[in-house]
């Protein structure tokens, strides 16, 4: 397990979509890097792909029909919307950035 | 005494048998909060309107007229609902938390809702974007975290019973620290529709009361199958208020030494070690086992909480509620601008979560962490085939003082005893157990299988019984003059 610099926490906080800022790339750096520290101590266990198909709760995958149902009202779910447009919320151009 | 220092029960009596009205009763409740929450902050939001326009129209039920606080990260219809963060400050959800409803059809009256640490990341409700809270039982020290505000609401009586959430111990480790009793119940007791996510194969709804009768009497309103969390257990719940009764003869109790040779208070231990004693006098069976996959409990945690929040709180986008960046001159840069608003500790855990989910890392962390929970799952259930429960310090501390630690990380650490539960979706209970030298409350906490809460209660109201332990009510800064 390896440690992490300045440039993979800009990285990360792209994927993560969150602007961070000059300051704050030290200090998030060096706080990753005092957990990684820690987490080292799962190195002991093997890894191999024995979990990948195994559910952790006794439940299981839960499924239910696919039935038409209310839910809730448009008005409602727009209601705390920054900016709306008719029965739409309203975001800045997805295209040509 | 005012009515607030009263159990649950017991002004259920007086409700029924006439002699207070419900309206008396959050009378002296809000009178309460007058004096004290300057000191104690339990409180983002006080709905004293909602509460007085609720009794008007008349309540029923097995809570009728019963003030009940509730965690700011459960959402309540019309009620701000902020998680203490600065993305939610102005949230008013459109709709109520499954719990909310439950707790509405049986006639409580919702009293206020509760600080916490941004998003319930934290162990001390310092993390607040608004505020710190503060212990009612010294206010020189924290309350805990980061149901911190429910348990401090609790503790001072001002409010009879509260909600938290509990993912890692935030249930657990304020209630110990405060001196109550908080429950965390198995994952998939009580409906998590209308919590705000923060880990969701580890989050669930608990209960903070005076004693562990209002538990029992608080869990029979809350468990039950919802069809709005699929994750919630379809089947029949008992009434947990038949378990109060005081038996331990021919309980087998484990002692996981793991949980007592850590680096820890020792007046904790002692403290935990006397209960444990009065236990086995009463005629519980106890002995001591190992439990060694605990040594990986807070690492793996920490890395299936913080991925499974990075996932989450990508829905706090600015889209369709919450903080918007207004003048972005594109949809990225609205994302990355409004989700600059989180504080410090929850970006720290939305990268750190988005850096093990990230390719080439996901099998050197997120799978090690799984198959380390799943370990100690199935070493934990070896266990209850031969003990009923498990017992252990509630946390390695009590309280500490406001601003005594200032990493947040090592703050994480007060989980190692918590931890388990979350990750194995076991019971678990802290109830108090003492006090330190300091006077301040150790908690001790009691765990049983899959949907056995039932057995915690029996066994938590038996060593309520025998320690004789009562809730002596707010005392403020001076508290360690006074004797609890």
Request: with cysteine; charged share 25%; glycine share 8%.
């Amino acid at each position: 397990m390896s440690m992490i610099n300045n440039k993979d926490i800009e990285y990360i906080a792209g994927l993560a979509r969150l602007d961070i800022g000059e300051r704050d790339i030290q200090l998030f750096t060096r706080k990753l890097n005092t957990i990684l520290e820690y987490v080292k101590i799962l190195d002991e266990i093997e890894k191999d792909e024995s979990l990948l198909s195994a559910s952790l709760f006794p439940a299981g995958n839960v499924f239910r029909e696919d039935e038409l149902k209310p839910s809730m009202d448009s008005e409602k779910a727009l209601s705390s919307a920054a900016e709306r447009e008719g029965k739409f919320f309203r975001v800045p151009g997805v295209m040509g950035e | 005494m005012g009515l607030y220092n009263y159990t649950i029960h017991q002004l259920q009596e007086l409700i029924a048998g006439k002699e207070v009205t419900a309206k008396e009763l959050l009378d002296s409740f809000l009178e309460n909060i007058e004096n004290v929450e300057e000191e104690v902050k339990a409180y983002i939001t006080i709905t004293e309107g909602e509460a007085r326009s609720r009794i008007e129209q008349g309540l029923q039920g097995k809570l009728a007229g019963i003030p009940i606080a509730v965690k700011d990260n459960i959402s309540t219809e019309g009620i701000k609902t902020t998680c203490a963060s600065r993305i939610l400050e102005d949230y008013v959800p459109p709709f109520d938390a499954t719990v909310i409803r439950r707790l509405k059809e049986e006639g409580a009256v919702i009293i206020g809702k509760n600080n916490l640490d941004e998003f319930a990341m934290g162990s001390s409700t310092e993390n607040s974007a608004f505020f710190p809270t503060r212990n009612p039982r010294n206010t020189d020290y924290v309350p805990g975290g980061s149901s911190g505000g429910s348990a401090a609401a609790v503790a001072a009586g001002e409010a009879a019973g509260a909600l938290g959430s509990d993912t890692g111990g935030s249930v657990r480790q304020p209630a110990s620290f405060c001196g109550i009793v908080g429950l965390k119940p198995t994952y998939g007791s009580i409906s998590r529709y209308g919590l705000a996510a923060f880990a969701s194969s580890l989050d669930q709804i608990g209960i903070f009361s005076r004693d562990v009768e209002d538990t029992a009497i608080l869990l029979n309103v809350l468990t039950g199958y919802d069809p709005l969390d699929s994750t919630s257990a379809k089947l029949q719940h008992p009434d947990y208020t038949d378990f109060l009764k005081d038996e331990l003869e021919g309980m087998k109790i484990a002692l996981p030494e793991e949980y007592f040779s850590v680096d820890m208070d020792p007046e904790v231990r002692e403290c935990v070690i006397t209960a444990v004693r009065k236990l086995e006098e009463a005629g519980a069976e106890i002995e001591e086992v190992r439990l060694s996959g605990l040594k990986y409990a807070l690492a793996a945690y920490y890395i299936i909480s913080s991925a499974e929040a990075s996932s989450n709180l990508a829905r706090y986008d600015g889209v369709r509620y919450g903080y918007r960046f207004s003048n972005a001159r594109g949809i990225n840069e609205m994302y990355e601008k409004s989700r600059k608003e989180f504080g410090d500790e929850v970006k720290r855990r939305i990268l750190f979560g988005t850096y093990v989910l990230s390719s080439g890392k996901y099998e050197d962390y997120y799978l090690k962490a799984q198959k380390a929970r799943k370990q100690l799952t199935e070493e934990i259930q070896n266990l209850f085939r031969e003990y009923h429960l498990l017992v252990s310090p509630a946390t390695p501390t009590t309280a500490f003082k406001l601003g005594a630690v200032k990493d947040p990380f090592e703050m994480d650490q007060t989980g190692i005893f918590t931890v388990a539960a979350n990750l194995s979706g076991i019971p678990a209970i802290s109830i108090p157990c003492g006090v330190d030298s300091r006077n301040l409350p150790v908690g001790i906490q009691i765990m049983g299988p899959h949907f056995q809460e039932g057995r915690l209660i029996q066994a938590a109201y038996s060593l309520e019984n025998i320690l004789g332990f009562k809730d002596p009510g707010y005392c403020g800064r001076y508290c360690h003059e006074q004797k609890l």
